[in-house]
């Protein structure tokens, strides 16, 4: 039997003082505090006996990546299966009176879908390619892929077989934290989450004003877990 270990490890935080949502838009790089989560987390996975590492081709997904590769030696294969979610509120400082402008209103209609982006569906279908890739390059050992929050929660809950839609308030994907997926013989066994650096704050660089997080449009209320 083949046990191969993929993880999704969720970037680090991103300097953003301008609150805004940065999606797929390039020169958004990781703050000081981001920077220290991706060594963090390379530290807590010395001794993995990781074989592939992949990271989008997103400045922050590679800073994120670049410890890992350096600790390991490996090259980091650029997959933009793994890239963050498109998202037509790109670029916009996002807040409660942007729902409120009827321009915005089109863009809100099917939540489900969502209407303001790329479908669920299809991110969980790309994710899951690329993640069936590691398992094949990394077979028996372990992978690690950088990759966005959305992305990660998707193919997760495609995964463990629950709707797609979802609250992205109760999200369980913290900045640098791994989502860490086990196949046994290419067939997924099960899934587990870790924080290997939550004792870092997630802040701005010290010069740029308060601190920002992303931010998302409303989705409709999880189910109850």
């Not at 191969?4 to 000081?32: D, F, S």
């Not at 290419?186 to 004003?209: K, M, R």
Request: with cysteine.
């Amino acid at each position: 039997m083949s046990t191969t270990l993929v993880h999704l490890l969720r970037h680090g935080k991103v300097h953003n003082p301008g609150n805004i949502l940065y999606g797929r838009l390039p020169g958004y790089r990781l703050a000081e505090s981001g920077q220290a989560m991706a060594a963090g987390v390379a530290r807590s996975l010395r001794g993995a006996d990781i074989a592939f590492l992949a990271a989008s081709s997103l400045q922050r997904a590679q800073e994120t990546a670049a410890p890992l590769a350096e600790q390991t030696g490996l090259a980091v294969h650029t997959d933009d299966r793994i890239i963050e979610a498109a998202n037509d509120f790109e670029g916009t400082a996002v807040g409660l009176h942007t729902f409120r402008r009827p321009g915005s209103w089109l863009r809100l209609r099917d939540p489900l879908r969502p209407s303001w982006g790329e479908p669920y569906l299809q991110i969980a279908h790309r994710m899951l390619a690329a993640v069936y890739t590691a398992v094949h390059e990394a077979d028996g050992r372990v992978a690690v892929l950088v990759s966005h929050q959305l992305p990660i929660v998707t193919v997760r809950r495609y995964l463990e077989g629950r709707r797609l839609w979802h609250d992205p308030r109760r999200r369980q994907c913290a900045v640098a934290s791994l989502t860490s997926l086990t196949f046994v013989d290419g067939v997924f066994t099960g899934l587990s989450y870790a924080e290997p650096v939550a004792h870092i704050a997630a802040v701005n660089d010290p010069d740029a004003g308060p601190d920002v997080e992303e931010i998302v449009p409303p989705q409709p209320q999880a189910e109850a877990s």
